[in-house]
């Protein structure tokens, strides 16, 4: 392998390990903002990538006002959004964001739902959540994803 490819191929490496990196590190994605969605419910838990506004006012009519606000102040020319939309219910605050890794022109979004504490009561309505996520678009290659894909919960 010749020593271009080698850096390219370490470059995409730290890229990678970065972005899948928790939300309490530097640099890498955070939750703007999450609770329960408004509209009809989705089948299975689906994603969304918004790399500008008008990509984010396709989602944005399935989120209340206090998520709206959130995706108001974005500032998409540094950040991308991502839409986490899933019929988690009442135990949605148990379902957190583990891993988001850039595969190609998808964004691999991971998802972990923690039980619940010993002697813990929880209710047991489903209804539609969501999640919005900001990565910084320094993380992302170039094509920038086109879809997400979410595993997990």
Known sequence: MERGHLIRTAALVALTLGLASS???AGTWRVLADGASQGPGVAKTTGYLALDRAA????SARIPAAGVSKLAHVDY?????????????????RVTVTSVAQHGTTLAVRLVEKPPAP???EC?????????LAVPRQLL??????????SGA
């Open 56 to 59: 984010a006012g396709k989602f």
């Open 77 to 93: 020319a540094a950040n991308a959004v991502v839409a986490i939309f899933g019929e988690f219910g009442c135990k949605d605050g």
């Open 119 to 121: 002697g813990t009561v």
């Open 23 to 25: 939300a309490g590190a």
């Open 141 to 150: 290659e170039r094509p920038y994803p086109t879809r997400v894909a979410v």
């Open 124 to 132: 047991m309505a489903i209804f539609g959540t969501y999640r919005l």
